[in-house]
């Protein structure tokens, strides 16, 4: 199998460790060989965190290269468009249809940019859901990212009973219904 590669991209706090070991377990389970890697930017000041998760028969390396990622989630619309030019051109862009402003935005040194999915949709497949909308449904916030990993499963190699089974083994013991429902709600979306 030639070698898949996603790109998890969000802003510290939103999940995406906890996504690209989901997506590690997932890979590792089906026999892939996988590597991860995570880029943590200022994350605990709300900055960029950037996870790459490769797999296939044999990866080589962890980290995907500009213009080579088949599967780019994005947990909020900006870190989309910040990472777009990572994707390969028939990828697939999943987006939580969510506005986090950086702290350039909040002391007034920049405006955060208008319709950057519409912007996103011009050269790119874009898939789009507001998780966090169908999390507060749900009654758990917190479970956003797995949300918009639902809907991205939907573009993978794996079935929905696959998937279930590595969120069952991977999130804490407690959480484990209430993220098989936010799963399924973004894989049905």
């Not at 296939?56 to 990622?69: F, K, L, S, T």
């Not at 590595?166 to 979306?189: C, M």
Request: no cysteine; charged share 25%.
């Amino acid at each position: 199998m030639e070698t898949k590669n996603i790109m998890i991209v969000g802003v510290g706090g939103q999940g995406t460790l906890l996504t690209s070991r989901i997506l590690g377990g997932i890979t590792n389970a089906a026999g892939y060989d996988v590597k991860l890697s995570e880029v943590h930017g200022m994350a605990q000041r709300g900055g960029s965190v950037v996870t790459f998760v490769r797999y296939g028969d044999h990866v080589a390396e962890p980290i995907v290269e500009e213009g080579q990622a088949d599967v780019l989630i994005a947990f909020e619309r900006l870190e989309a468009l910040r990472y777009a030019h990572f994707l390969k051109k028939d990828g697939v862009i999943i987006v939580n249809d969510w506005r986090i402003d950086p702290i350039t935005v909040v002391t007034g040194s920049a405006e955060y940019p208008e319709n950057i999915l519409e912007n996103l949709e011009k050269d790119h497949r874009v898939y789009s859901v507001n998780a966090m909308e169908e999390a507060l449904k749900l009654g758990n916030s917190k479970v956003f990212n797995i949300i918009v990993l639902g809907l991205a499963a939907k573009h993978m190699d794996f079935k929905r009973e696959e998937w279930l089974e590595i969120i069952e083994k991977t999130v804490p013991p407690k959480t484990v219904e209430i993220n098989k429902a936010a799963f399924l709600k973004g894989f049905e979306n």
